[in-house]
Protein backbone atom coordinates (compact mmCIF):
# COMPACT_ATOMS: atom_id res chain seq x y z
CA UNK A 1 0.00 0.00 0.00
CA UNK A 2 3.15 2.38 0.66
CA UNK A 3 4.45 1.91 -2.50
CA UNK A 4 1.00 2.55 -4.69
CA UNK A 5 0.96 6.06 -3.33
CA UNK A 6 3.72 6.57 -5.18
CA UNK A 7 2.57 5.05 -8.63
CA UNK A 8 0.85 8.17 -9.51
CA UNK A 9 4.14 9.81 -10.04
CA UNK A 10 5.62 7.68 -12.01
CA UNK A 11 5.59 8.58 -16.37
CA UNK A 12 3.04 6.91 -18.01
CA UNK A 13 4.00 4.81 -20.82
CA UNK A 14 1.45 2.90 -23.56
CA UNK A 15 3.09 -0.36 -25.26
CA UNK A 16 7.01 1.24 -23.75
CA UNK A 17 6.56 4.81 -25.46
CA UNK A 18 6.28 7.41 -22.81
CA UNK A 19 3.18 9.89 -22.60
CA UNK A 20 4.59 12.49 -20.95
CA UNK A 21 4.92 14.69 -24.03
CA UNK A 22 1.40 14.62 -24.43
CA UNK A 23 0.47 15.57 -21.26
CA UNK A 24 2.69 18.44 -21.90
CA UNK A 25 1.61 19.17 -25.30
CA UNK A 26 -2.29 19.24 -24.30
CA UNK A 27 -3.06 22.02 -22.07
CA UNK A 28 -2.01 24.08 -25.44
CA UNK A 29 -4.76 22.16 -27.17
CA UNK A 30 -7.16 23.37 -24.51
CA UNK A 31 -6.68 27.32 -24.87
CA UNK A 32 -8.78 29.09 -27.53
CA UNK A 33 -7.00 30.61 -30.00
CA UNK A 34 -7.12 34.79 -30.97
CA UNK A 35 -9.62 35.64 -33.81
CA UNK A 36 -9.01 38.48 -36.49
CA UNK A 37 -12.77 39.28 -35.65
CA UNK A 38 -13.36 43.03 -33.83
CA UNK A 39 -15.48 41.28 -31.35
CA UNK A 40 -14.42 38.08 -29.34
CA UNK A 41 -16.09 35.72 -27.57
CA UNK A 42 -16.36 36.11 -23.12
CA UNK A 43 -13.55 33.25 -22.73
CA UNK A 44 -11.29 34.64 -25.29
CA UNK A 45 -11.89 38.13 -23.71
CA UNK A 46 -11.25 36.99 -20.23
CA UNK A 47 -8.30 35.30 -21.40
CA UNK A 48 -6.97 38.05 -22.58
CA UNK A 49 -7.57 40.74 -20.30
CA UNK A 50 -6.02 38.11 -17.48
CA UNK A 51 -2.75 37.72 -19.25
CA UNK A 52 -2.45 41.24 -20.26
CA UNK A 53 -2.54 42.09 -15.95
CA UNK A 54 -0.34 39.10 -15.19
CA UNK A 55 2.52 40.64 -17.73
CA UNK A 56 1.91 44.34 -16.85
CA UNK A 57 2.32 43.67 -13.01
CA UNK A 58 5.63 41.45 -13.70
CA UNK A 59 7.08 43.43 -15.77
CA UNK A 60 6.54 46.47 -13.64
CA UNK A 61 9.58 47.00 -11.70
CA UNK A 62 11.54 45.66 -15.04
CA UNK A 63 13.46 48.27 -17.05
CA UNK A 64 12.54 47.84 -21.08
CA UNK A 65 15.19 46.08 -21.80
CA UNK A 66 13.67 43.23 -19.76
CA UNK A 67 10.34 43.38 -21.82
CA UNK A 68 11.74 41.32 -24.12
CA UNK A 69 10.94 38.33 -21.88
CA UNK A 70 7.32 39.24 -21.27
CA UNK A 71 5.85 36.36 -24.01
CA UNK A 72 8.53 34.08 -22.88
CA UNK A 73 6.97 34.66 -19.04
CA UNK A 74 3.50 35.07 -19.41
CA UNK A 75 3.53 32.15 -21.81
CA UNK A 76 5.39 29.70 -18.91
CA UNK A 77 2.71 30.98 -16.15
CA UNK A 78 -0.29 29.83 -18.26
CA UNK A 79 1.69 26.65 -19.03
CA UNK A 80 2.48 25.46 -14.76
CA UNK A 81 -1.34 26.79 -14.16
CA UNK A 82 -2.70 24.47 -17.37
CA UNK A 83 -0.92 21.58 -16.11
CA UNK A 84 -1.16 21.82 -12.61
CA UNK A 85 -5.18 21.90 -12.78
CA UNK A 86 -5.20 19.25 -15.09
CA UNK A 87 -3.12 17.51 -12.72
CA UNK A 88 -5.66 17.86 -9.94
CA UNK A 89 -8.30 15.90 -12.18
CA UNK A 90 -8.77 11.96 -11.43
CA UNK A 91 -6.91 9.65 -13.78
CA UNK A 92 -4.71 11.85 -14.88
CA UNK A 93 -0.80 12.48 -14.86
CA UNK A 94 0.82 15.61 -13.04
CA UNK A 95 4.06 16.31 -15.39
CA UNK A 96 5.18 19.05 -12.90
CA UNK A 97 5.33 16.55 -10.12
CA UNK A 98 8.54 15.46 -11.75
CA UNK A 99 11.87 16.87 -10.88
CA UNK A 100 13.35 16.06 -14.41
CA UNK A 101 11.12 18.66 -16.00
CA UNK A 102 11.15 21.27 -13.58
CA UNK A 103 14.91 21.54 -13.67
CA UNK A 104 14.64 21.71 -17.37
CA UNK A 105 12.53 24.75 -16.96
CA UNK A 106 14.40 26.48 -13.93
CA UNK A 107 18.14 25.66 -15.13
CA UNK A 108 18.05 26.87 -18.59
CA UNK A 109 15.79 30.29 -17.65
CA UNK A 110 17.93 31.26 -14.92
CA UNK A 111 21.04 30.08 -16.77
CA UNK A 112 19.62 32.91 -19.42
CA UNK A 113 19.60 35.17 -17.10
CA UNK A 114 22.27 35.15 -15.58
CA UNK A 115 24.54 35.45 -19.05
CA UNK A 116 22.24 38.07 -20.03
CA UNK A 117 24.09 39.97 -16.69
CA UNK A 118 27.64 39.00 -17.41
CA UNK A 119 27.05 40.20 -21.17
CA UNK A 120 25.39 43.88 -20.40
CA UNK A 121 26.49 44.71 -17.18
CA UNK A 122 29.33 42.30 -16.11
CA UNK A 123 30.88 44.82 -13.20
CA UNK A 124 27.41 44.78 -11.92
CA UNK A 125 26.62 41.20 -12.42
CA UNK A 126 29.69 40.22 -10.01
CA UNK A 127 29.27 42.87 -7.52
CA UNK A 128 26.23 40.83 -6.58
CA UNK A 129 28.50 38.27 -4.88
CA UNK A 130 30.74 40.76 -2.54
CA UNK A 131 27.95 43.50 -0.81
CA UNK A 132 29.90 46.65 -0.37
CA UNK A 133 31.35 47.70 2.93
CA UNK A 134 32.45 43.81 3.87
CA UNK A 135 35.68 43.55 5.81
CA UNK A 136 38.68 42.34 4.14
CA UNK A 137 38.88 39.23 6.21
CA UNK A 138 35.31 38.00 5.20
CA UNK A 139 35.65 38.55 1.64
CA UNK A 140 36.56 35.17 0.38
CA UNK A 141 34.46 33.62 2.45
CA UNK A 142 31.05 35.98 1.33
CA UNK A 143 32.16 35.41 -2.05
CA UNK A 144 32.38 31.36 -1.96
CA UNK A 145 28.93 31.75 0.18
CA UNK A 146 27.11 34.13 -2.37
CA UNK A 147 28.49 31.94 -5.09
CA UNK A 148 26.97 28.43 -3.54
CA UNK A 149 23.64 30.25 -2.90
CA UNK A 150 23.46 32.05 -7.14
CA UNK A 151 23.78 28.27 -8.17
CA UNK A 152 21.47 26.68 -6.16
CA UNK A 153 18.69 29.10 -6.95
CA UNK A 154 17.30 26.88 -9.97
CA UNK A 155 17.82 23.96 -7.93
CA UNK A 156 15.23 25.70 -5.37
CA UNK A 157 13.10 26.57 -8.32
CA UNK A 158 12.80 23.12 -9.15
CA UNK A 159 12.41 21.49 -5.74
CA UNK A 160 10.12 24.19 -4.48
CA UNK A 161 7.52 23.55 -7.30
CA UNK A 162 7.91 19.68 -7.57
CA UNK A 163 7.65 19.39 -3.46
CA UNK A 164 4.76 21.29 -3.03
CA UNK A 165 2.73 19.78 -5.70
CA UNK A 166 3.74 16.44 -4.75
CA UNK A 167 3.08 16.65 -0.66
CA UNK A 168 -0.60 18.22 -2.15
CA UNK A 169 -1.15 15.06 -4.10
CA UNK A 170 -0.13 12.72 -1.42
CA UNK A 171 -2.15 13.93 0.99
CA UNK A 172 -5.26 14.06 -1.06
CA UNK A 173 -4.48 10.31 -2.05
CA UNK A 174 -3.70 9.76 2.08
CA UNK A 175 -7.59 11.33 3.00
CA UNK A 176 -8.93 9.79 0.42
CA UNK A 177 -8.22 6.54 1.12
CA UNK A 178 -9.16 7.11 4.60
CA UNK A 179 -12.17 7.86 3.85
CA UNK A 180 -12.87 4.74 1.80
CA UNK A 181 -11.70 2.59 4.57
CA UNK A 182 -13.93 4.29 7.71
CA UNK A 183 -16.81 4.91 5.35
CA UNK A 184 -18.09 1.00 6.54
CA UNK A 185 -17.23 1.29 10.09
CA UNK A 186 -17.65 4.47 11.14
CA UNK A 187 -19.36 6.86 8.68
CA UNK A 188 -20.01 9.88 10.68
CA UNK A 189 -16.32 9.98 10.93
CA UNK A 190 -15.99 9.09 7.25
CA UNK A 191 -18.19 12.65 6.17
CA UNK A 192 -15.98 14.45 8.56
CA UNK A 193 -12.78 13.07 6.52
CA UNK A 194 -14.37 13.81 3.43
CA UNK A 195 -15.11 17.54 4.47
CA UNK A 196 -11.48 18.00 5.46
CA UNK A 197 -10.42 16.38 1.73
CA UNK A 198 -12.74 18.64 -0.18
CA UNK A 199 -11.23 21.88 1.83
CA UNK A 200 -7.69 20.20 1.09
CA UNK A 201 -8.56 19.85 -2.55
CA UNK A 202 -9.75 23.62 -2.78
CA UNK A 203 -6.25 24.77 -0.79
CA UNK A 204 -4.58 22.80 -3.65
CA UNK A 205 -6.19 24.36 -6.58
CA UNK A 206 -4.88 27.60 -5.07
CA UNK A 207 -1.22 26.26 -4.05
CA UNK A 208 -1.18 25.21 -8.08
CA UNK A 209 -1.93 28.46 -9.28
CA UNK A 210 0.38 29.85 -6.24
CA UNK A 211 3.26 28.09 -7.03
CA UNK A 212 3.21 28.66 -10.92
CA UNK A 213 3.31 32.38 -10.00
CA UNK A 214 5.87 32.48 -7.65
CA UNK A 215 7.83 30.36 -10.09
CA UNK A 216 7.52 32.31 -12.55
CA UNK A 217 7.95 35.67 -10.11
CA UNK A 218 11.56 34.09 -9.01
CA UNK A 219 12.32 34.12 -12.86
CA UNK A 220 10.98 37.99 -13.12
CA UNK A 221 13.25 38.28 -10.13
CA UNK A 222 16.48 37.22 -11.50
CA UNK A 223 15.67 38.81 -14.65
CA UNK A 224 15.84 42.09 -12.81
CA UNK A 225 18.55 41.90 -10.93
CA UNK A 226 21.11 40.99 -14.03
CA UNK A 227 18.93 43.67 -16.58
Do not use: C
Not at 10 to 32: C, E, K, M
Not at 63 to 85: C, D, E, Q, R, Y
Not at 147 to 162: D, E, N
Request: overall charge neutral; proline content about 7%.
Amino acid sequence: MAMSFFDQFASPSYFGIPLIAIAIALPWVLFPSPSSRWVNNRLITIQGWLINRFTNQLMLPINVGGHKWALLLASLMVFLITINMLGLLPYTFTPTTQLSLNMGLAVPLWLATVLIGMRNQPTVALGHLLPEGTPIPLIPVLIIIETISLFIRPLALGVRLTANLTAGHLLIQLIATAVFVLLPMMPTVAILTATVLFLLTLLEVAVAMIQAYVFVLLLSLYLQENV
